[in-house]
Structures are given as C-alpha cells and as structure tokens.
C-alpha cells in the first residue's frame, strides 16, 4: 500500500469508534444528489428539523442548511448507534415525509468524529460564515436555513 491510497477518496472512513466512556460528537456533511439546490427553504427545514426530531439513535444538534448540501453536529443517544444506518434512516423517512422526486441527497454523509483538541465553536463560526462566503447573505446570523434540534 503505497502513501497516495487513501489521497483524494471519494467516501469517508465507514463508521464512528463510539467510546461508553467518552463523549462523542460528530461533524456531518450531507449534499443534494447532483448538487440540485433544493435545500435552503422554509418548506424543507421545517420537514428535516421534523425528521431528526423524530430519529432515535442520534441526536441533531446545531445545523445549517446549505442550497446544495447541509452541516450538523451530532451524537449517538447511546454508545451503539451506527452513524451510517442512522444517515440512510433519516434520508429515507425524509424523502417519505416529502414525497418529491427531485429532493434526493447523495449516497454518502461526510463524517468527522471532533478530537478533544477541535474547538466546536470554532467549526461552527467556520460553517456559518458559509453563506456569507457563497453571497447569500452579509451576516451569518440573518441566515434563516440553521437552527438547533437538541442541545448536545
């Protein structure tokens, strides 16, 4: 195995090392099928906020929806939850909720477990100075597409 194997890879490492003893949050990046800007409205935040709120296994916490893709922080309810089963169960009663054809995400979420070191404050002033980079508003706090489901 050379050192160029794992450089540019189209998926993330599978799975979260879920720890009982540790607390554990998560960083997810989920993006629309085809980069189709569907995302950032009214109508589909209310129907994901509806969505995670009814999730079991994890937890939503702070999110901003993107047109084309969205970020989370999020945690396992319990140390048993698999994030990827989870991702595909949430995706599936949205899409059920919705029932539109053309609201479809990609296969895979981007996942990235914060190490003791990361300051989640500061990801989250990266992940909200988004919209601003992209145009679509000059302050992060008028951007109505983010919220809070739980506090984790």
Not at 17 to 36: A, E, G, K, P, Y
Request: hydrophobic share 30%; net charge positive; aromatic share 12%.
């Amino acid at each position: 195995m050379t050192s160029n194997t794992y450089r540019g890879r189209k998926h993330p490492s599978p799975g979260v090392l879920l720890n009982s003893h540790q607390d554990c949050t998560v960083f997810l990046t989920v993006v629309t099928l085809h980069r189709r800007c569907w995302l950032a409205s009214p109508t589909t935040q209310k129907l994901l906020h509806q969505t995670w709120e009814e999730t079991t296994h994890w937890l939503v916490g702070t999110y901003l929806l993107m047109p084309d893709h969205l970020h989370m922080f999020c945690a396992p309810r319990k140390h048993n939850g698999d994030i990827e089963t989870w991702i595909r169960y949430w995706k599936r009663l949205f899409r059920q909720i919705h029932q539109r054809e053309d609201w479809n995400f990609q296969a895979h979420g981007w996942h990235h477990r914060m190490r003791h070191d990361e300051s989640r404050e500061d990801k989250w002033r990266y992940i909200t100075e988004n919209p601003v980079r992209k145009g679509l508003t000059s302050n992060p706090s008028n951007w109505p597409y983010q919220g809070i489901v739980y506090q984790i």
